[in-house]
């Protein structure tokens, strides 16, 4: 075992419940570096919703709230309101993040509070058995899609930034250097957060809609989907449809941060 | 010198050290951990250049590439 997982992990939860190949692990890989990096393991507060990826924290031994389906970043906000001092991060699925829970991160975006939301984003419901989520694509056959999904997918970081997230990037399974360099990023970031993982699903998206469940051939195709921005702007429109566009999509160091504003205005009212 | 290892109670088998090794380190095997998965064999452990890719794709954390230095000096 890795000495960073020795020195991070419990032991007496692992092995992790993911499926052989699922990119939620590299993920959870490129986290544990950042913090080891960082040195803040003490500080951490980390939250899960429900499902595969929002299950991830449960195994990092530091303090974890495991919440209900979506739910992870209204608790993250009223913990990070009593005690400033941590460092929030929260662990969820694309289903969890802006399907079940979309309104609580539209308006934890909005509020620009100072927390992490990382939602690794594998483009269906894994865990309850494949169903279509709000980020499968267009035409993907799913469990619930067996004709090929009828719906557009959406795009989570456009949404966190028209909803005024102030650091937004957007990195696969297939570039964890670059991952864990972006959480770093996320985690020394004062205001929201807000980083979608693409990565891969073997047993339900990889065998229905990509029809192989071999992680090494789905990390192939992540890869040959991602684009860096810096290439992507250079690019006619009609070439970057249905690819990966990765990269450090929007970054505001400028914007008040809610908890500040909330403590200023506690001073200010026992200043009257 | 590199020295790489893979736990075996924890590796799942997935074999994506495998596809990314820049140096084609690893190597398909059969010997089976007690779950019953696959291990990869470190075949050729003396082209690692320690790029570290295959300790940060690995969704288990099961490998670990250390650097030992005994080529000083000689």
């Known amino acids: 075992m890795h000495p960073v997982a020795e020195k991070y992990l419990r032991k007496e939860a692992l092995p ?161 250097r670059e991952l864990a360099r972006a959480i770093k990023e996320a985690m020394t970031h004062k205001g929201f957060s807000f980083i979608d993982v693409v990565d891969q699903c073997p047993t339900q998206a990889g065998r229905y809609t990509h029809g192989t469940g071999d ?9 040959n989907m991602s684009i860096p921005l810096a290439r992507a702007q250079k690019m006619p429109p009609e070439e970057l449809k249905g690819k990966i566009l990765v990269g450090k999509i929007h970054e505001d160091g400028a914007q008040p941060e809610l908890t500040d504003m909330i403590y200023a205005l506690m001073e200010k009212g026992k200043a009257r | 010198m590199k020295k790489i290892v893979i736990d075996e109670i924890y590796c799942k088998g997935c074999k994506l050290c495998i596809d990314q090794c820049p140096k084609n380190v690893f190597e398909n095997s059969s010997k089976r951990n007690p779950k019953g998965y696959l291990v990869p064999d470190v075949a050729r452990a003396e082209d690692c250049i320690a790029c570290l890719l295959c300790e940060m794709i690995c969704p288990d954390m099961a490998i670990t590439v250390e650097v030992v230095d005994d080529e000083k000096g000689s």
């Not at chain 1, 913990?79 to 979309?102: S, Y």
């Not at chain 1, 309850?128 to 999904?149: C, K, L, W």
Request: charged letters at 15%.
């Open chain 1, 16 to 176: 992790f419940i993911f499926c052989p190949g699922c990119g939620h692990g590299t993920v959870v890989n490129a986290f544990l570096r950042a913090v080891d990096e960082l040195g803040i393991m003490e500080e951490l507060a980390l939250f899960g919703g429900i499902g595969c990826a929002s299950w991830s924290p449960v195994y990092i031994n530091t303090d974890v709230l495991h919440t209900l389906h979506g739910r992870a970043i209204p608790v993250a906000t009223g913990l990070k309101l009593a005690n400033p001092g941590r460092k929030v991060v929260v662990f969820t699925g694309d289903g969890d993040c802006v399907g079940i829970g979309g309104n609580h991160f539209l308006h934890a975006a909005r509020r620009n509070i100072d927390m992490t939301v990382i939602m690794m984003d594998n483009q269906v419901y894994g865990m309850t058995g494949g169903q279509v989520a709000p980020t499968t694509r267009t035409e993907a056959r799913t469990q619930t899609s067996p004709y090929g999904n009828p719906e557009p997918p959406i795009d989570a970081c456009a949404v966190a930034v028209s909803c005024g997230a102030t650091y937004v990037a957007r990195w696969t399974s297939a570039h964890p």
């Open chain 1, 215 to 223: 992680p090494v051939k789905l990390l192939k195709i992540i890869k």
